[in-house]
């Protein structure tokens, strides 16, 4: 068998993931590209402590049914593979780098 990938990078103790669920179609595309602004924003203020994935539907159907997902975006935060905070809808950024701070330094 052939490897050409390299193999995935280990997760850090101190390390979390944001989820943020989206369907293309029923979000606008203003929302989109303030969803899409507000994810870089936070990948970049809190570097490696923070995974941003942004997700869709369409592209992963079974990840939004395990999460229930019902309202676009939905903000979902996990560490270890427990969820600490969700959001439904667009947070103000400035009030999602605090708790994003709060959690993942605690």
């Known amino acids: 068998m052939k490897r050409n990938n390299p193999p995935p990078e ?3 103790d101190r390390s979390a ?13 203003p929302k989109r590209v303030l969803v899409r ?13 923070l995974s941003v994935i942004i997700l869709d539907e369409k592209s992963y ?3 939004f049914q395990s999460f229930e997902i019902t309202i676009n ?4 935060l996990l560490r270890k593979g427990y ?3 969700r959001h439904e809808g667009i947070p103000e950024e400035n009030l999602l780098t605090l708790v994003y701070k709060r959690l993942i330094l605690k």
């Open 61 to 63: 159907p079974d990840i």
């Open 37 to 49: 602004t507000l994810a870089n924003s936070l990948q970049q203020d809190l570097g490696e402590l």
């Open 83 to 85: 969820e600490l905070w």
């Open 17 to 29: 993931i944001l989820l943020i669920f989206m369907t293309s179609e029923r979000i606008d595309p």
């Open 10 to 12: 280990p997760i850090r």
């Open 73 to 76: 975006p939905t903000f979902v």
